[in-house]
Structure formats: structure tokens, C-alpha cells
Nanobody, 123 residues
């Protein structure tokens, strides 16, 4: 499956952004999905994940209560709604697909990755 992430940009602290990840090549309903981020000089960090059906979501502690991941299998797209953004959320965000039913928290659990979209949060 090919993944295309979009929606990044520059936003002030406290603002919101919604990232999208559109899939092509295969139907997204066969995959659990994850969002990861990578800040300069740091490793990939798990952000959020959603099960194949969308009925189960998991979040990293730093984003709990601020970020919401969802999916629309009919549109072959997953989303990451990011509210109350902080400067420490600045990173390139990547979506990834995993053939398992439930999402993984480790990058190694995913076998397809999008190209990344840059989110910059100014203070």
C-alpha cells in the first residue's frame, strides 16, 4: 500500500492542525495504522495508532488528550487531529501501515510508510 501524508504546516502554540494520510494501491481497511514523528536529531517516536476497524485507538503519553486519530475506510484515509499544540510537537510526522489488526507502538511493526509532513509549532 502506498501512503501520502499531508496537512502539516506552521502553527502557533495552542493552535490546531489536522493531518491526513491517504492510501492507494490497496484498501486501507486491511491495515491497522500508526502515526509517528521525528524531530531533528531524534529517533522516530510513536504518536498514535488505530485498529483496522477504527474501534480501538492508542496514544503516546505526551499527546493523550490533545491528539485524536481516526480513520475513514470508505475514503481510504486516516487522520490525526492535533489540538493544543506545543513547540515540542514540532517534527516531521509519518503515517504507517501494519497488516496486523491492532496497531503497534514500535516502528518495526510497520511495513509501509508515507513520506512525512512537517509540523512546526512556534512559541
Amino acid at each position: 500500500v502506498q501512503l501520502q501524508a499531508s496537512g502539516g504546516g506552521l502553527v502557533q502554540a495552542g493552535g490546531s492542525l489536522r493531518l491526513s494520510c491517504a492510501a492507494s494501491g490497496r484498501t486501507l481497511s486491511g491495515y491497522s495504522m500508526g502515526w509517528f514523528r521525528q524531530a531533528p536529531g531524534k529517533e522516530h517516536e510513536f504518536v498514535a495508532g488505530v485498529s483496522r476497524s477504527g474501534g480501538s485507538t492508542i496514544y503516546a503519553e505526551p499527546v493523550k488528550g490533545r491528539f485524536t486519530m481516526s480513520r475513514d475506510n470508505a475514503k481510504n484515509t486516516v487522520y490525526l487531529q492535533m489540538d493544543s499544540l506545543k513547540p515540542e510537537d514540532t517534527a516531521t510526522y509519518y503515517c504507517a501501515a501494519n497488516s496486523a489488526y491492532y496497531p503497534a507502538r514500535l516502528p518495526g511493526g510497520y511495513n509501509s510508510w508515507g513520506q512525512g509532513t512537517l509540523v512546526t509549532v512556534s512559541s
